[in-house]
């Protein structure tokens, strides 16, 4: 054999680093040992969303996704399977909430309908309108709206939860633009900013029910209300969130008032320019206080 052909035969010492490639054993015994996984998530998710939740529909989408995942991974990506596995199964996870809807439309529509009362009687009443004034105006009971706003802000939670899982882990072979990156990070520093400057009980509301997921009722007894009256200002938060959002973000999406010089208008567009400004000061890369230090 020349020197040239024995130099081309010439092949690389196998690397003792490289991942294994995994046979069907192998694969099979990922699945078994990742059930737990799946488990774990399907709690963690049934904890953020209503009652009427079928936990065996959730977890049977995700023991599928756990099977496809440990079909279609591979060791030599680098990724750990854990990881790789946890993305495919709450993406599944998220795709049946989808499916069956749990939000209903006429729970969205009828949440359409309470914002639009919500915005008019503020506008006309130059305050925050009671539950019992939106119920009485729409013709329902104070029930039903606390019980529809309960869906509506799991619902917000559960986007918001979803939307604040590591990239990494959500997205497996590719990126997000830089551009995308950059947006989400931004709104989630807009989001910061105006849970900050909410009204004090407004923002004990938020941090208490949404960020640290303590009972309704707990929350009466700590400001010494009802949890009717807790609901409401639960609504009139979410209601002040999405408009400061959709000010710096997406001023096309926001309502005008209808009486622009009135007392509430007013103090609606103070509270937005308290949260630009202390976007702006970058005050909001701080962490949201402690509800209980309010």
């Not at 004090?200 to 209300?225: D, K, S």
């Amino acid at each position: 054999m020349t020197p040239s052909a024995q130099a081309h035969d010439i092949r690389p010492p196998t690397d003792v680093t490289t991942a294994p490639i995994l046979d069907d054993a192998g694969r099979e015994q990922l699945m078994v040992d990742h059930i737990p996984l799946v488990h774990h998530i399907v709690r963690e998710t049934l904890t953020r969303v209503p009652a009427h939740v079928n936990r065996d529909d959730l977890k049977s989408a995700g023991l599928t996704a756990l099977v496809r995942a440990g079909q279609a991974f591979d060791p030599e990506r680098g990724a750990p399977f854990t990881r790789y596995a946890a993305s495919r199964i709450r993406g599944a996870i998220l795709d049946e909430l989808r499916q069956v809807d749990w939000a209903s439309r006429s729970v969205r529509r009828r949440g359409r309908d309470l914002e639009r009362v919500r915005t008019e009687l503020t506008n006309s009443l130059g305050r925050a309108p009671s539950n019992t004034e939106v119920a009485d105006e729409l013709g329902i009971s104070v029930a039903e709206i606390d019980s529809n706003d309960s869906d509506v802000a799991r619902a917000s939670v559960l986007s918001l939860q979803a939307s604040e899982v590591a990239l990494e882990d959500v997205l497996v072979s590719s990126t997000p633009a830089p551009s995308e990156t950059v947006e989400h990070r931004e709104r989630l520093e807009y989001l910061v900013a105006a849970i900050s400057e909410l009204p004090e009980r407004l923002r004990v509301v938020v941090q208490e029910y949404f960020l640290a997921e303590r009972p309704m009722a707990e929350i009466a007894e700590q400001l010494g209300v009802t949890e009717s009256r807790i609901s409401q200002i639960r609504a009139e938060a979410l209601t002040l969130l999405r408009d400061a959002l959709n000010s710096a973000l997406d001023p096309e999406l926001l309502v005008a008032p209808n009486r622009p010089n009135g007392c509430a208008a007013r103090r609606r567009q103070a509270y937005f320019d308290a949260v630009a400004e202390r976007h702006a000061t970058g005050r909001h890369l701080h962490a949201v206080p402690d509800a209980a230090s309010a």
